[in-house]
């Protein structure tokens, strides 16, 4: 695991501003690639149990979200490669991609974190599912056609040893989708210091473009093409407990003259109709990459 260090861990600056602080963790933002990253450097162990899981289902529009953004990736893929093949998810949860990949015909694959939701997995699926941690992949074997990382990279100690890993996994003309909250998103510039994603202990690093191009670079992987995808609708984001908590604080929505905090509601009206008008680049919570090896 990589050194609990102010520097950044992406391109080396030693030049950074407090993004967001939390008792004896915090978020610094690197001034000279724009990665957020936390200091220090350390998940908390055994965050990835039950509770982690079922809290995840529990959110405003779960479930139904997850289906909804899986079934957006395996149409990337389907473009991405038409002939199908082997599939593997990894940080696969309790196997929801991998099910309906198979209803669409690919040979699946997972390999998860958690003990728990690897067993889970394994009995809806009723096919082995490896437990490791997700920087000691590759996957043993051939390479896959196709490879997913929904939600992990932010999630490693060391995301460039992690791609390069994964790069090793991926055919020479198959395909990797990974994704990652968006922070250069509206969402973040509203909730400022509350934004949803600051997660102490479980997010270690959170991209923007730019820095989320420099990561794939720099894993020898090319980016294809980039997506701005709301992994929530629009109004279940902006009903979940953290953002509702965040606005209603006035922490990050902004001050009226005088040093009122602008009204919740007044927030969140203004931020949907931004969402609905203007979908797009800074306007949605999670980045996409569609990439391929270099």
Same mark, same amino acid.
């Given at each position: 695991?990589?050194?609990?260090?102010?520097? &950044?861990?992406?391109?080396?600056?030693?030049?950074?501003?407090?993004?967001?602080?939390?008792? !004896?963790?915090?978020?610094?933002? &690197?001034?000279? &690639?724009?990665?957020?990253?936390?200091?220090?450097?350390?998940?908390?162990?055994?965050? =990835?149990?039950?509770?982690?899981?079922?809290?995840?289902?529990?959110?405003? $529009?779960?479930?139904?979200?997850?289906?909804?953004?899986?079934?957006?990736?395996?149409?990337?893929?389907?473009?991405?490669?038409?002939?199908?093949?082997?599939?593997? !998810?990894?940080? &696969?949860?309790?196997?929801?991609?991998?099910?309906? $990949?198979?209803? %669409?015909?690919?040979?699946?694959?997972?390999?998860?974190?958690?003990?728990?939701?690897?067993?889970?997995?394994?009995?809806?699926? $009723?096919?082995?599912? %490896?437990?490791?941690?997700?920087?000691?992949?590759?996957?043993?074997?051939?390479?896959? !056609?196709?490879?997913?990382?929904?939600?992990?990279?932010?999630?490693?100690?060391?995301?460039? @040893?992690?791609?390069?890993?994964? /790069?090793?996994?991926?055919?020479?003309?198959?395909?990797?989708?990974?994704?990652?909250?968006?922070?250069?998103?509206?969402? /973040?510039?509203?909730?400022?210091?509350?934004?949803?994603? =600051?997660?102490? #202990?479980?997010?270690?690093?959170?991209?923007?473009?730019?820095?989320?191009?420099?990561?794939?670079?720099?894993?020898?992987?090319?980016?294809?093409?980039?997506? =701005?995808?709301?992994?929530?609708?629009?109004?279940?984001?902006?009903?979940?407990?953290?953002?509702?908590?965040?606005?209603?604080?006035?922490? #990050?929505? #902004?001050?009226?003259?005088?040093?009122?905090?602008?009204?919740? #509601?007044?927030? %969140?009206?203004?931020?949907?109709?931004?969402? @609905?008008?203007?979908?797009?680049?800074?306007?949605? !919570?999670?980045?996409?990459?569609?990439?391929?090896?270099?």
């Amino acid at each position: 695991m990589p050194e609990n260090r102010t520097s &950044c861990i992406l391109c080396g600056g030693v030049s950074a501003r407090t993004a967001a602080g939390y008792e !004896d963790r915090k978020f610094l933002e &690197c001034r000279r &690639c724009g990665l957020i990253f936390a200091v220090p450097r350390e998940v908390d162990a055994g965050i =990835y149990d039950e509770s982690y899981y079922v809290g995840r289902k529990l959110q405003a $529009g779960g479930e139904l979200a997850d289906r909804n953004f899986n079934r957006w990736v395996l149409d990337v893929l389907a473009g991405a490669v038409p002939g199908g093949g082997r599939l593997l !998810d990894i940080g &696969c949860g309790t196997g929801l991609l991998l099910e309906m $990949g198979r209803e %669409r015909g690919w040979e699946i694959s997972g390999v998860e974190l958690s003990p728990w939701a690897a067993r889970r997995a394994a009995d809806r699926l $009723g096919v082995p599912v %490896r437990v490791s941690r997700l920087e000691d992949v590759p996957f043993p074997g051939e390479p896959f !056609d196709a490879v997913t990382a929904i939600e992990v990279v932010e999630h490693t100690p060391d995301p460039v @040893v992690f791609l390069k890993n994964v /790069r090793e996994m991926v055919k020479p003309d198959g395909a990797l989708v990974l994704s990652t909250p968006n922070a250069g998103s509206l969402f /973040r510039t509203l909730q400022g210091k509350g934004w949803a994603h =600051y997660k102490a #202990g479980e997010h270690l690093q959170l991209f923007r473009t730019d820095s989320l191009k420099r990561l794939i670079r720099a894993s020898g992987l090319r980016a294809v093409r980039f997506f =701005y995808k709301h992994y929530y609708s629009a109004g279940h984001f902006l009903k979940m407990p953290s953002y509702v908590r965040s606005v209603e604080a006035g922490s #990050g929505c #902004g001050l009226l003259p005088g040093g009122s905090p602008i009204p919740a #509601g007044a927030v %969140r009206a203004a931020a949907k109709r931004f969402v @609905v008008r203007y979908p797009g680049r800074y306007l949605s !919570d999670n980045i996409v990459a569609l990439c391929r090896r270099a």
